[in-house]
């Protein structure tokens, strides 16, 4: 079972948007089935997709941050810091993990599960209506 499934709540009503979000919520699903099936403590697969996560998501938020700046988008600097956050955070479990401060744990599946709706449906979702009418969709 996945811990996290696309629902049309999710939509942006931006298709390139829309893909990339799934595309993360696969490696947050990937990342929770390893830990499953017990590889929670195997180190090298983890890491590898971990890593993926972090590489995938900052690209990703970069995507949204150049529609952003191209369109002055009014609430730019605020999104840009609620990103800037959420990647460190990855980046710190990544560093925890790979140091072996921490295990991957399902409070860790979760809290990445949490902020990835939540950033989604609501910081992500304010945007739509104002990118749409630049005719961005
Ligand atoms: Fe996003
Ligand atoms: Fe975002």
Redesign the pocket.
Known sequence: MPIIQWKEIFSVNISKIDSQHKKIIDLINELHDKMKEGKGKEKESLSQILNELAVYTAN??KT?EELFYKYKYPNTEA?IL??KKLVDKVLQIKADFESGKVVLTLDVMDFLKDWLSN??SG??KA?TAFLNAKGVN
Do not use: L, P
Request: no cysteine; hydrophobic share 20%; proline share 0%.
């Open positions: 990703h938020f949204e999104h609620e990103h950033h989604i910081t992500d945007y």
